[in-house]
């Protein structure tokens, strides 16, 4: 168990609509990274939050957005869903500057 | 572009026999290296780190990697391929300055395991 929770395990919805994805860091972790898993492009960095703030994006689309709350857990919230945005979405979190990144189990999403 | 590469899609070895998985990376200092392991229907678990010092890092499970930064290489072994080693490993890497912390993943490898 890494310590990051990550909620719901498994989310199936239909073209068009909207969710969100949850994720709690590992207790006293300020740092929270969102990455995609898909057969064709790999695992993609997203975007990282530091405390509240956004500190870097990555191959995000404008139909995402992240946001980390004051007690540093973070939400994913994916709209306009098309069947491509199937895969697994990953958060991780660490400490300081020069520590590793621990995971969470991931949501697999699927868009029909 | 910063980049990891893992060679090889897939490798299967007999449990009990040795095991080298690649992995080189181009980056434009030298990185802070990670291999991470991914099991069917489960999240990404930290293998093993290099940030600096010693060359050759040890891991959880048995495993270890060699770092070598004439091949700008950062190869996983392990002696005694058990079983349960079948799964998905990945190489990462993330810049060493500041304001570069997220990770690059290569491709992954996945290993089978044959009893």
């Known amino acids: 168990d890494s310590g990051v929770t990550q909620t719901p395990k498994h989310l199936i919805t239909a073209t068009g609509q909207r969710v969100t994805l949850r994720c709690s860091p590992r207790?006293?972790?300020?740092?929270v990274y969102w990455y995609q898993q898909s057969l064709d492009q790999g695992l993609q960095f997203l975007i990282h939050?530091?405390?509240?703030?956004?500190?870097a994006k990555g191959n995000i689309l404008e139909r995402f957005s992240a946001q980390q709350f004051p007690d540093l857990h973070s939400e994913l919230n994916l709209s306009s869903l098309e069947l491509g945005d199937s895969a697994l979405y990953f958060c991780?979190?660490?400490?300081?500057?020069?520590?590793?990144?621990?995971f969470g189990q991931g949501t697999r999403l699927t868009v029909v | 572009a910063q980049s990891v590469t893992q060679p090889d899609i897939h490798i299967t070895v007999s449990e009990g026999a040795s095991l080298e998985l690649r992995c080189n990376y181009s980056?434009?200092?030298?990185?802070?290296l990670f291999w991470y392991v991914q099991s069917p229907g489960q999240g990404l678990q930290l293998l093993l780190k290099?940030?600096?010092?010693?060359?050759l890092v040890q891991g959880i499970k048995g495993f270890e990697a060699e770092f070598k930064r004439s091949q700008s290489s950062f190869n996983l072994r392990k002696p005694s391929v058990h079983w349960s080693d079948a799964a998905e490993y990945f190489c990462?890497?993330?810049?060493?300055?500041?304001?570069?912390?997220?990770?690059?993943f290569g491709k992954g490898t996945k290993l089978s395991v044959i009893p």
């Open positions: 939050y530091y405390n509240g703030e956004e500190r």
């Open positions: 207790s006293g972790d300020l740092s």
């Open positions: 990462a890497a993330r810049g060493s300055g500041a304001g570069s912390y997220q990770l690059t």
């Open positions: 980056y434009g200092a030298t990185p802070y």
């Open positions: 991780a979190s660490s400490g300081t500057v020069n520590t590793e990144a621990f």
């Open positions: 290099y940030f600096s010092g010693d060359t």
